[in-house]
C-alpha cells in the first residue's frame, strides 16, 4: 500500500475507492467504527471545495 497525497479526478470522469484498490483508509479516530454504521466523511477538493459523502462501515474482509 502507498499512501497517495492527491487523488487526480479529471473533470468528468470517476475514481473508484474500493478495497484492494485506491481506497480510503481512515486514521487516528477518535472511536472505533462498528460494521453496519453509516458515517459521514468530509472531502476536500482543490477546484469544487468541500463535499460530504457517506460510506457504509464494512468488516475487515467482508465481501463487497
Ligand atoms: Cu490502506
Do not use: N, Y
Not at 480510503?24 to 477518535?30: G, S, V, Y
Amino acid at each position: 500500500m502507498r499512501r497517495l497525497d492527491r487523488l487526480v479526478v479529471p473533470a468528468g470522469a470517476k475514481v473508484k475507492l474500493e478495497p484492494g484498490g485506491t481506497h480510503l483508509m481512515l486514521t487516528e479516530l477518535r472511536e472505533p467504527l462498528e460494521p453496519g454504521a453509516v458515517i459521514e466523511l468530509g472531502l476536500s477538493f482543490e477546484k469544487s471545495g468541500e463535499r460530504s459523502a457517506t460510506a457504509r462501515v464494512r468488516a475487515a474482509g467482508e465481501q463487497m
